[in-house]
């Protein structure tokens, strides 16, 4: 199982990395970050960086998050918790790569509706909340079954 979420997590940077190389050439040279408001634009290649920035920063701080919670739960409860542990960041990237496709849309010179693209924004607190009901999932799981 292990295996699999590593290669989920290469997938989720692969698919992160990929959107962000066609939201980026498809970009104005400024760049809205939200819809509604016109006064919060940055520079294509801020915008870049900004958001290299905060990927980087956020899978530094998963992996720190995974690492604690591996020593200090020494995990013995099996394999099902270091990979729910280790899930956190592909649910992180994959969300990342939504939003990112989200402001791309936001910023099309074709003007497609972002209206119709407002889905994406609500898949990663969906994916959150899948993530933390398997873990619900699994301690109810390993009580009835001890």
Do not use: C
């Not at 649910?91 to 402001?103: E, K």
């Amino acid at each position: 199982m292990l295996k699999i979420v590593g290669l989920i997590r290469t997938l989720s940077f692969v698919l992160f990395l990929g959107t962000l190389g066609l939201v980026y050439a498809y970009l104005p040279i400024m760049v809205e970050v939200l819809p509604d408001r016109l006064d919060l634009a940055l520079h294509k290649s801020s915008f870049f960086y900004y958001v290299v920035a905060l990927f980087i920063i956020v899978n530094l701080f998963t992996w720190g998050l995974t690492k604690l919670a591996h020593s200090l739960l020494m995990l013995k409860k099996g394999e099902e918790v270091t990979a729910w542990f280790n899930v956190i960041s592909p649910v992180i990237n994959i969300y990342l790569s939504l939003l990112l496709g989200y402001v791309g849309v936001i910023n099309n010179p074709l003007h497609v509706s972002a209206q119709g693209f407002a889905y994406l924004n609500y898949f990663g607190p969906a994916m959150l909340l899948i993530w933390v009901g398997v873990l619900f999932y699994m301690i109810v799981n390993k009580k009835s079954t001890t």
